[in-house]
């Protein structure tokens, strides 16, 4: 049996992607799903970036997402929220 992945990019943008993925396993010549349709979404932020480099898919749509992005972060990682110091009465 074979495995192939199918992804495809949707809004990719030089600031943000969507990025859909399936798996499949070919069987008797036929496509048969492996799971769930995967989603996910980043920003071309630090972590955005981080995300996408770390998929699980082929380095191709990995490429051609960077080329839309190029070589620097668009958008800033948001910053994370402080956390309140409540004092004692």
């Known amino acids: 049996m074979e495995q192939i ?3 495809e990019t949707h809004r ?4 943000f992607v969507e990025i859909d993925i399936q798996k499949y396993i070919v069987f008797e010549g036929r496509e048969i799903k492996d799971g769930e349709k995967q989603s996910t979404s980043a ?18 749509f990995i490429d051609s997402v960077f080329s ?3 070589d620097e972060p668009t958008v800033a990682d948001p910053e994370k929220p402080k956390m309140l110091e409540v004092k004692k009465q």
Do not use: A, C, F, H
């Open 12 to 15: 990719l943008t030089e600031n």
């Open 68 to 70: 839309v992005w190029g």
């Open 43 to 60: 920003y071309n932020n630090p972590s955005g970036r981080e995300r996408i480099k770390n998929l699980d898919i082929p380095q191709n």
């Open 5 to 7: 992945i199918k992804v």
